[in-house]
């Protein structure tokens, strides 16, 4: 999918930290971009290859500048940069708003400008900015503010992806800082309690996300399986297909950006399956980046269970309809179409596509019911038929 300018969709890629942490290098860098083509996901959407945290060395160079650890980039910033390029995608790097890096590694805190510059020269087209070892007397939005001047006046167009894990009432001053996502949420973990703790966070959210400044619900975990070697991510880790699913449904229900953290050289057929999922990808990107809205479904037991509907209004006039089940046992959902703004007295029906199955459905007036499975969803696609 084309961007029309940076950020104006919720941006797609894939991002080193959830697998891999530490144990970054070119080689994996390029072998990721080598299979975004090859495999696929270049064509379905995803543009971003992202390196986060420890890719430099402990110390600035002695004129200040940022260093590339040489061990595990031996060509170079510009050279990883020029190679991602060159497959026609997008390159991410990763600082932090703090004197420090949450692992350790300098910060970009009073080097901003410099750092943005820095970025530029080596090509990056993404940067997202941590927040850990921030000064206590600093105002998290001012440290925000100057990295996304320093970013605009850098001498490129770089993607600004904030990540203060929903502190502070981001929400409330990101997208006038100039951030074009933002975590709106902690960081998840392989497992389905994480995800559902997440999703369930959002929901009082989705008025704040929209064109160039997307809520970003964190890096998806789909296909990791358990397979991270970072401790707080991998902790009871690995979902199953189901949840995979669900956690991805829902991620492109609520517009956030989709940035994969498997390790996609193994990502085996489900895994792959549900990353390029044609319709619920268009549901995520669709031009105007609505927040969706929910609806709790009568009576109240089937609500305290964990089903929830969530509407999100297309830039057609199509509506996008999750019918989400994150609790323990099956349950019927029932949809009334006067809850999505038709009239009972005109009659407008629904032409309802099953988004994961792939069918129409037929033609249906007033309500529809489905039964979906625990922590399962149904995704599906209604266009308004007029009543004739
Ligand atoms: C966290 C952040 C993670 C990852 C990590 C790196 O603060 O939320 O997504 O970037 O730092 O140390």
């Given at each position: 999918m084309e961007n029309i300018k940076t950020g104006f969709h919720p941006p797609m890629g894939w991002n080193s930290w959830n697998t891999f942490t530490w144990d970054i290098n070119e080689d994996l860098i390029k072998?990721?971009?080598?299979?975004?083509?090859?495999?696929?996901?270049k064509d379905a959407g995803y543009e971003y290859i992202v390196i986060d945290d420890c890719w430099s060395l402990k110390q600035r160079d002695e004129n200040g500048n940022l260093v590339a650890d040489p061990e595990k980039f031996p060509s170079g910033m510009k050279a990883l940069a020029d190679y991602i390029h060159s497959k026609g995608l997008k390159f991410g790097m990763y600082s932090c708003a703090g004197t420090h890096t949450c692992a350790g590694y300098p910060g970009s805190f009073e080097y901003e400008f410099q750092d943005a510059k820095q970025f530029a020269s080596w090509g990056v087209d993404y940067l997202k900015y941590d927040y850990c070892y921030k000064p206590r007397a600093m105002d998290g939005e001012?440290?925000?503010?100057?990295?996304?001047?320093?970013?605009?006046?850098?001498?490129?167009?770089?993607?600004?992806?904030?990540?203060?894990w929903g502190e502070d009432h981001v929400h409330d001053w990101i997208r006038s800082a100039g951030a074009h996502m933002y975590r709106s949420t902690g960081d998840i973990q392989d497992n389905w309690d994480s995800i559902k703790r997440l999703a369930n966070s959002q929901m009082d959210k989705a008025p704040f996300t929209g064109n160039f400044c997307h809520n970003d619900m964190d890096m998806l975990v789909v296909g990791m399986r358990g397979g991270s070697n970072n401790d707080f991510i991998g902790t009871i880790g690995?979902?199953?297909?189901?949840?995979?699913?669900?956690?991805?449904?829902?991620?492109?229900?609520?517009g956030s950006p989709l940035m994969i953290g498997c390790d996609i050289?193994?990502?085996?057929?489900?895994?792959?399956?549900?990353?390029?999922?044609?319709?619920?990808?268009?549901?995520?990107?669709?031009?105007?980046?609505?927040?969706?809205?929910?609806?709790?479904?009568?009576?109240?037991?089937?609500?305290?269970?964990?089903?929830?509907?969530?509407?999100?209004?297309?830039?057609?006039?199509?509506?996008a309809i999750g019918f989400f089940?994150?609790?323990e046992g099956q349950r019927g959902i029932p949809l009334q179409f006067w809850d999505l703004g038709l009239s009972?007295?005109?009659?407008?029906?629904?032409?309802?596509?099953?988004?994961?199955?792939?069918?129409?459905?037929?033609v249906?007036?007033?309500?529809?019911?489905?039964?979906?499975?625990?922590?399962d969803c149904v995704i599906l696609r209604g266009k308004i038929v007029p009543n004739d």
């Amino acid at each position: 999918m084309e961007n029309i300018k940076t950020g104006f969709h919720p941006p797609m890629g894939w991002n080193s930290w959830n697998t891999f942490t530490w144990d970054i290098n070119e080689d994996l860098i390029k072998q990721v971009a080598d299979v975004f083509v090859e495999e696929g996901y270049k064509d379905a959407g995803y543009e971003y290859i992202v390196i986060d945290d420890c890719w430099s060395l402990k110390q600035r160079d002695e004129n200040g500048n940022l260093v590339a650890d040489p061990e595990k980039f031996p060509s170079g910033m510009k050279a990883l940069a020029d190679y991602i390029h060159s497959k026609g995608l997008k390159f991410g790097m990763y600082s932090c708003a703090g004197t420090h890096t949450c692992a350790g590694y300098p910060g970009s805190f009073e080097y901003e400008f410099q750092d943005a510059k820095q970025f530029a020269s080596w090509g990056v087209d993404y940067l997202k900015y941590d927040y850990c070892y921030k000064p206590r007397a600093m105002d998290g939005e001012l440290l925000y503010r100057r990295m996304a001047l320093a970013l605009k006046n850098s001498g490129r167009d770089i993607l600004f992806s904030a990540c203060n894990w929903g502190e502070d009432h981001v929400h409330d001053w990101i997208r006038s800082a100039g951030a074009h996502m933002y975590r709106s949420t902690g960081d998840i973990q392989d497992n389905w309690d994480s995800i559902k703790r997440l999703a369930n966070s959002q929901m009082d959210k989705a008025p704040f996300t929209g064109n160039f400044c997307h809520n970003d619900m964190d890096m998806l975990v789909v296909g990791m399986r358990g397979g991270s070697n970072n401790d707080f991510i991998g902790t009871i880790g690995g979902c199953t297909d189901t949840e995979y699913k669900t956690h991805f449904a829902l991620w492109c229900m609520m517009g956030s950006p989709l940035m994969i953290g498997c390790d996609i050289r193994k990502a085996d057929a489900m895994t792959k399956r549900i990353l390029m999922n044609k319709n619920f990808i268009a549901i995520n990107q669709d031009d105007e980046a609505r927040g969706f809205y929910v609806l709790h479904p009568e009576p109240q037991w089937l609500t305290d269970s964990g089903c929830f509907i969530l509407v999100k209004v297309l830039a057609d006039g199509d509506l996008a309809i999750g019918f989400f089940n994150l609790g323990e046992g099956q349950r019927g959902i029932p949809l009334q179409f006067w809850d999505l703004g038709l009239s009972t007295a005109s009659g407008e029906m629904l032409s309802l596509y099953d988004c994961w199955e792939e069918k129409e459905l037929g033609v249906f007036k007033g309500q529809y019911h489905v039964v979906v499975p625990s922590h399962d969803c149904v995704i599906l696609r209604g266009k308004i038929v007029p009543n004739d």
